[in-house]
């Protein structure tokens, strides 16, 4: 929001805050001028909020604590729209599902090269979303409704929130703990000891802390309530 010139200590938190101002946006419209879903007003929304991004710096939309909250602006009212766009009638084309995926992979590789690349990796994202929604799952979703990969989906919040924190603990430890220095394939063997280890802590961090917290916060609004 602009309050800070830096990210704090742990840098994904700054997303948590402007998703804090963005849903109180989102209310406001929606009880405004957005009472009947428009289908439109999302996109007038978030392209905007992305050209206004591009005249501030057309090299990145690395934004965080300086104008995360345009930014947050821009990719939540995409994914109203594609919440409130209704998948064709026509069946889900068979190879809809790794299609996506590659030409997510493929987008997100390039996405460095300039602002048209860095646009089309967040429509490839857009268009996974879409390949998924389809009521029939190919067989790609179908691994992806396997119990682990769910439980990772409920994780998600909490794995968001625990990786960075995680990754810069781990790097301080081998660098000026045990004094060992990370490179070539060791680099891999860590990258993945981080992923399993922040997996295995996001578990824990949901159950205890993320799960905890908004029953016992659910449990007093209901009381509150009555």
Sequence with gaps: ???HDHLSFNGPSWSISVEFFTYIVFYLLAITLDKKGSLWLPVIISVGMYALLYSIDSSTLG???DFGFIRCLAAFYLGVFLYRLKCPGFKKPRYIEPVSVVFLIAAVTFAHVNYATLMLSIISFAVVI???SWSENGQLGKCLEMPLFRKIGV??????????LTESIVANSLKYVFKFEVSGFTSLLVNAFLIVLTVFLAK???HYVEAYFRDKT???VNVAVK
Excluded: D, E, P, R
């Design 218 to 220: 659910k449990q007093y």
């Design 155 to 164: 994780w998600s919040y909490s794995i968001y929130m625990l990786h960075a």
């Design 130 to 132: 879409i390949a998924f």
């Design 204 to 206: 824990f961090s949901y």
């Design 63 to 65: 934004f965080t604590f």
């Design 1 to 3: 929001m602009g309050l």
